[in-house]
Structures are given as C-alpha cells and as structure tokens.
C-alpha cells in the first residue's frame, strides 16, 4: 500500500486577519487626518487665521472746482470732502471736470480723471498677505505702485473693469479705462491680464499696450490687442499732471492710510512754510504749503481758491516761464475780503540742459554707414536731465536720473529708412527746457559698414577711398543718352526744399563705374548698381540759400561720360 509522501521545508505563513484590519485602520486614520488638516487650513485662511488682518481705509484727495461724489458702503451719492476715508464697497465718482486721488496704504497712488467711478472692493493689510483690490466702471485712472523698496511685504494688488482683471507688480505705472490700458513701467514681466472668459493670463510689459477693440470677441490669442505704447500717450495732460503730483500726494498722506497731523497752529492769521522767499528753482511748478486760522475761512493763491484741512494747506501749482516770478497767498474772511497776504518772490533757473552726447555707433556730427537692421545708437545723458527725445519720441525706458540712454532704429519700426537718416537727440531737465541737439546720420544700406568722413566738399566719403582729378578725365559726348535721371526729392530737373538737407537719387544704366555729383565722387556707389544717392546739406556745405545746381554725371569702366544731368534745387 503506497504512502503519501510529507515533503519538510519553510513556507510562508498566512496573514492573519487581525493584522489586515490594523492595517487598514491605520491608512483610514492617515487620510482623515490629511483631510482634516486641509480643510482646517482652508478655514483658518478664509477667517484669517494667523494672518492677522485690519481693513485700512483709503484717503480721498479732491482736485479742481469740479464735483466729487462718493457712496458710503452702497449708500446714496453725496459730496465727498478733501481726506475722507474709503473703504471697502466704498465708490468715488468725478463729475466732468473734477479729479481726485485715492492713498492707499502701502503707497500706491490712483488718481481718477474726469468722469470716472471707482470702487474700493478691498483693502486688507495683513501680517502675512495684503490685498488690494479696485475696480474700475467708466471713466480712467493713473496708478503708481511703491517699489519692492518702499514696501517689501506679501501683497496682491488688482484693478478689475468688467473685460479684464490686471495684477500690478511693484514700481507699476499704468493708465487704464474699462478696455485698455498702457503700461509706462512694471517690475518683472509686466502686468498679468485675465480677460473676461479666459482661464490663462496674458503679459503686457513696460512700454506696451493692450486695447480690446469694442465689440470684439474675447477669444483665440489675446496677443493681437497688444501693440507699442503710443508715443501721444506720454504727452496726454492727464498722464504729465499726476506725474507731477505722485510725491506731493505721497507726502500729504501718511503709508499707514491715515490722515498726515495736521500742522501746529501759529498766532499768525496766515503763515506760509514753503516755498522760503526768493530761493531759486530749477523745476515748473513748486508746492506752496501754510496754515490759516480764524477769523479767516479761506485761502488764494494767485487768484484760485485752495482746500485747507484742519486749518492746513498744500497746492502744488505751475510757474510761468519767466526768471522771476511770484506768489501770493492771501487769507479769506467769510464775505470774501481779505485779511492778510504773504507773497513770495521766487527766481526760475531756466538754463537749458547740455546736449546729450552720441557714443555709438558713432560720434555727434558724424555719419555711420550700415547693412544692419535694427541699429542702436546710445549715448549718456548730462546731469539733472529727466527725459530723452529722439526725433519727437521720448524713450519710455529712460529712467529720470540715469547717466545712459538708448534708442533702436529699424526699417520695421519706420524709423529708418533706405538712404540717409538723421537722429536729433535732445534731453530734458526738471524744468522742462531742452538741451541743443546732438545729431547723427545713419546711411542704411549705402555701402561698407564703418565710419563715413566728410570730402572737402562736404559729402560723405569713406576715409580711404582714392581721390581723382576731374580735369584729367574725358570729356565725350554722352554715350548712351537717357539712361541717367533723379527721382528724388522730385523727379524731373527741378524742386523747391523747405528743408536743410535732402536726399538726392535716381537711376543709372548697369554699365555705370561711377557716379559723380558737381565733379565729385560718390564713394559709397558700388559699380553696375543702378541706382545711387548723394547728400545735400546746410552743414555739410552742400545747400545754401537760394539756387543751388547740381551736375550729375555717369561714367563707365573707362571714365567715358554714359550720361549727364543738371538738377536745379531752390531753397
């Protein structure tokens, strides 16, 4: 009878079911304790939970002998005074021609233009996150936002209109309405945009703009309402004006958002503490601050009625542009009549600022010759200057103070052009007055890149091209009649400029060597090109008032006249 056979050895042991249940209790226990602490850090963060939070009011500064409104936590609309406190569903309207200012507390500055509504939706300074949030219902705004230096803490600041959400990083200038804005500077990329509908956020950065088109549909690449800052914007009045005002209005608010002490009352009616008597001023405005007190209710500067708070007084206003000028103060009774004046007699320093200097790709005066595109040309700026003009265009990017500038010139910015190109560089001081020109001429696409020298006539010519004897080459008849003509400035023989240069052009045969102009050599003209150039110019003593002639002739590899023509130029 056969055996079952009973094989020895290790085998693993069964788990037990106690062990499995464990098990599982604990990765139960696990998770419920990682929901629990999410979910309880969510409600700590919703209550502010250790992130102690006080709502800070924002100071309404008004301008101007327009009506301000404001509504009180959606009450009715009622006539704001200087300094009052806004807070959060607080609204602030302009009528059409008043302007006022909001002080946030951690120093950025909105200032409303005419016909504006803006609420303050929040205003939180907390010890971990700050948030500000705006939004804007018609109208525009200009905002300065402190840099990371005067503020450094956590902060979220946003101005909604009802097409886009923009988050504003610091050193923010910006000038928006509901459906556009223009960025003047912004730390980091630039300003994040959220338009309505979209999950992802575009970036418009410093010296650019964004303008949803009405009606348009807010879909696809939001990159086509981008496009470069328009060069007028920087001129518009409202935009210069709170410029000019950013410092007075951070100086009359405290970066806490509360009201600045008032000043201590003096014995004196009327008592002004800026500006001193007689001191001399290198900028276009100055700032007059005093106080007044009883009998008087009132307070003039030369001829406009000023808000006074607390008795105090401040009002930046604009000098005219003489070298000395005055201001007079005067105290009001209530009937109007006056109780007691101080005037001030200041001195303007209007000396214009020195004239830039051009360092690449060449020298002021010089002409540079080049194939590139785009080219720079940079320079430094002299001391005190505030702003840079090239041609009419300020540079956005020029930073008040810096001792360098820098401008690109390129054919797709249509600012350069085939031929010659001339660049006048101009700074601008704290008063407003310009400096002499610095002058450049770029020949784009005209020959070898480098240095163009001035030829004893004055035309360009390259420093080491070989010089001829015109009296030592032929004097035939044309060979091939017709085939020389000017197209530029005017075609045909003759035209009237109203300008001190120009660019005088026209066309060739292909068997042209040489082109010269009144028995002088173009040096930058290649051999078989069929069109060529040639610089008229006050400074380069190639015009001169009244009538001014131009002989151009065409010669081939032997020096054998092709073609002449005489051009006849008025100025």
Do not use: C
């Not at 500055?109 to 929040?122: K, P």
């Not at 005066?365 to 785009?374: F, I, K, S």
């Amino acid at each position: 009878m056969l055996r079952r056979r009973h094989y020895t050895g290790q085998y693993p042991l069964a788990t037990a079911p106690g062990s499995l249940s464990l098990l599982r209790s604990i990765i139960a226990l696990v998770l419920i304790a990682l929901v629990l602490f999410y979910v309880g850090k969510k409600v700590m963060q919703f209550f502010n939970v250790g992130n102690a939070v006080r709502q800070n009011a924002a100071v309404l500064l008004t301008e101007g002998p327009g009506t301000v409104n404001v509504s009180i936590d959606g009450g009715e609309m009622k006539r704001a005074e200087n300094r009052l406190k806004l807070y959060p569903n607080d609204q602030v309207t302009t009528s059409g021609n008043a302007r006022a200012a909001l002080a946030l507390f951690d120093g950025t500055i909105v200032r409303l233009d005419n016909a504006t509504i803006l609420q303050v939706v929040e205003s939180e300074h907390g010890v971990k996150q700050s948030r500000i949030v705006l939004a804007l219902n018609g109208g525009s705004v200009w905002i300065s936002t402190p840099t990371v230096d005067d503020y450094s803490g956590s902060i979220l600041r946003e101005i909604r209109t009802e097409q886009m959400n923009l988050a504003l990083p610091p050193r923010t200038e910006i000038a928006v309405t509901p459906s556009a804005f223009t960025t003047f500077a912004a730390d980091g990329q630039g300003i994040s945009v959220l338009v309505a509908g979209n999950r992802t956020p575009v970036i418009i950065g410093e010296g650019q703009q964004f303008t949803i088109p009405a009606g348009a549909p807010l879909a696809g690449n939001l990159y086509r309402f981008r496009s470069p800052l328009d060069p007028l914007m920087v001129l518009s009045p409202f935009v210069s004006e709170s410029r000019s005002m950013r410092y007075s209005i951070s100086a009359s608010v405290s970066g806490s958002g509360t009201v600045a002490p008032p000043a201590v009352e003096s014995q004196d009616v009327l008592t002004v503490s800026e500006p001193a008597q007689g001191i001399t001023l290198d900028t276009a405005t100055v700032k007059v601050v005093g106080t007044v007190r009883k009998p008087a209710e009132k307070v003039r500067i030369n001829g406009y009625l000023v808000e006074t708070t607390n008795g105090r007084f401040e009002r930046e206003i604009s000098l005219p542009d003489e070298d000395e000028v005055t201001v007079l103060v005067e105290a009001l009774n209530a009937d109007g009549t006056v109780n007691e004046k101080i005037q001030r007699t200041l001195k303007r320093d209007r000396k214009p600022p020195e004239a830039p200097t051009i360092l690449t790709p060449a020298k002021a005066g010089e002409t540079y010759a080049t194939m590139r595109d785009p080219i720079e040309i940079s320079g430094e700026a002299p001391d005190g200057t505030v702003g840079i003009v090239v041609n009419d265009y300020r540079l956005q990017l020029f930073t008040p103070g810096e001792r360098t500038w820098s401008y690109l010139a390129s054919t797709k910015l249509a600012n350069m052009q085939q031929g010659s190109n001339t660049y006048s560089v101009v700074a601008i001081n704290k008063g407003g007055y310009l400096s002499p020109p610095a002058v450049i001429t770029i020949l784009f696409n005209q020959g070898q890149e480098g240095l163009v020298k001035l030829a004893g006539t004055g035309a360009a010519a390259s420093s080491t091209a070989p010089t001829e004897d015109v009296a030592t080459l032929p004097d035939n008849a044309p060979l091939n009649p017709g085939s020389l003509a000017v197209t530029g400035p005017a075609a045909g023989t003759q035209f009237t400029s109203t300008g001190s240069s120009f660019l005088l052009e026209g066309t060739t045969s292909s068997a042209t060597a040489s082109i010269w102009v009144n028995d002088y050599r173009l040096k930058l003209y290649l051999p078989g090109k069929i069109t060529w150039n040639y610089i008229a110019d006050v400074q380069y003593g190639t015009l001169s008032r009244g009538r001014n002639l131009y002989r151009i002739v065409a010669r081939d590899k032997n020096n054998m006249i092709l073609d002449t023509v005489t051009y006849t130029v008025r100025y």
